[in-house]
């Protein structure tokens, strides 16, 4: 491989355009090298963005797969093709990362894990929340001040967005994928929580559809219990009236707790928490201001070092680990079917 490394653009619709192509360009090996996309003009502007010749815009998305001199492709496709471009990418022994959901159901999610674990073409989902140095200050400079953890609460809501580029796109309007906007978003919110606290065991939430374009349920609200023995509650949804976007994350433990918190009406994520097994010992409360780095940049450089090392191991956000995020919440959609009985989530 030359210093530079090759990639197709599979997919070049609105995150592709405004944020992995400017991202990608600050990484000075990362070279844009061809580009597919289902209308093919859109794929033709994006070249003319990117510097990617004319000649190297794609008519099938096997053709991304198949150039010999691409090193691996990049793909935003909707959800429910993410596992033909894995399917490809094994075909063609070509490194692949790929947009989250891992898929758009736990069966074909299913079948990524399966694929990617028996194959040494390295295969990653671009989950950038894993990214958030938040996670590494959360677990390695504050939870081992507040004793045992034995609970929290995580909250993500805010106002619907009725003028979201995002609402406006064909697929997430009727979705195909399962959780709609649930999934969409919800997978990021639990990377953050399971890479922090580790994995969920079972889930009981009651899910409900407040807005018509949402296509599907777009609030939950629900109790987790994780594999650790930790209990706690998350709830989730943009689909609200008019509220202020609140964003936080509190621990409990035997010893004290801490909050995590990035709503927009903090000038930057704070940590903030507190010692002591008693209200009466609670020490002053200490605060982190975090500098949060940019997480897309982080997963690209952390794919490109999994291409230059042609080395599957390197991949932080695996099949698998993508799989548990999208169980959750299929998990939380099974119990609201069933009016909030616990589910165990799946294991592929
Ligand atoms: N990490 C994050 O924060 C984040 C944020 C946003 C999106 N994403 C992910 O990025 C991916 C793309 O999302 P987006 O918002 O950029 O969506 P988008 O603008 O709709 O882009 C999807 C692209 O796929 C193409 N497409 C649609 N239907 C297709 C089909 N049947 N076969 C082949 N291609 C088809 C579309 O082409 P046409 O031009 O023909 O419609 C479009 O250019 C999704 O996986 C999403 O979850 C991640």
Redesign the pocket.
Known sequence: MSDKINFAV???????????LPTIQKIPELNPAAA????K???EQFATKAGIPQDKVYDT?EEAFQDKTIDFVD????????LDAVKLAIEHNKPLA????IAANLTQAKEIVQLSEKTEVPIMI????TYLSAIDILKNQVLPKIGEVVAFTYNATGPFHDTS??LA????QKPEHIGGFLS??GV?QLALLTEVLGEVESVSGLTKQLREQSGADDILFSTFKLKSGVIGTFTYGSAFGATDKSTSFTIFGTEGSAVYDWSPSLSKPTVTYQTGSTSSTASAKSSIEIDEIN??EAEFKNFRDVVKANDKKLVKVTPRKAFHHLAIVAAALESSKKNGTSVNVEIP
């Open positions: 599979v997919g070049t619709g609105i995150f592709a355009t405004d944020t992995h597919y996309n289902r209308t003009s859109k794929a998305l793909a935003l496709l909707p959800v429910q093709f993410n790929f947009e989250k959901p671009l989950e950038n929340w580029k995002y796109t064909g697929w997430r969409d978003g990021h997480t897309i």
